[in-house]
């Protein structure tokens, strides 16, 4: 059977350290290395087949490139090398990206065909709202369901969980309780950039912040092709092994502490829109599981190893 080594980078943090505990159970996984983020490179041991980056951005996209170098097969859980080209990297992340021809190379983690993944030598994890609204909207692009040009009007709603652990004046206990606060509306959420790279949508989005530890809840519409019936939105296939159909609107805490993804489509006839909810963990499907079904991907195993 085959074995791998594993460096989680950003273990201190909630991703990473959710990661890390999957990782320790994974029957093909027989070390976990967490080094503390401060050694950056020189915390990666010699030894180490693959390694998981979550930690902030920045960090993550000076560290991925001398990685690559070295040969190692990365997963990176920040946002470092989702956006495409150097121009939508600055517009989502506020920063030149200092290796940008990682931004090309590497490959978009949901959604991928298997044999790019199988080929892939950096994957870049979904964002855990980018994760929520292209569950529902791949499978409609797929099959050529959406309208041309069409604009997506989306809402999520994410726990505390989902800012990072370290606190902030908008996470802070007081802020939070009894409260919700919608942040980087419209267009200027960095998810906006991966969502619109991968599907066929321009979108207008709400991200909230709701007090709750971890859950994600993400609502939205989007108009379909003229003559499109509920009939074939019931017949799309599942997105990925983790992805189910939910025949009510779904809530969080069926996902909850879960790899899987609840999506729930309703179509109005009289405006030709879909409506989409889906629900996810954000630590989980949202990061770290996606990112270990993401590892498993590029060794050739079934996603799910690991997981179930």
Known sequence: MASFRVCVVGASGYSGAEAAQLLRRHPHVVRVDTPESALGLAGVAADIDAVLLATPAEVAAEMAAPLVARGL???DISGAHRAG???AHLAAYGFDHPHPQLL?????GLGAAPQALADAQIVANPGCYANGMLSALLPLARAQLLAPDAVADVTGIS???GAGKKPTERTHFMAVAENLMPYKTLRAHQHVVEVERAAPVRLLFVPIVAPLRRGMLISGSVPLRPGVTQADLDALPPLDAFW???PTAPDVHEVANSPWIAVYYALDAVTQRLVFVTALDNLSRGAATQAIANLNAM???PETTGLN
């Open 85 to 87: 080209t150097p121009q």
């Open 73 to 75: 097969r990365i997963v």
């Open 159 to 161: 726990g505390v969980s």
């Open 244 to 246: 189910r159909r939910s």
């Open 299 to 301: 060794w050739q195993l």
């Open 104 to 108: 090309a190379q590497a490959v978009y």
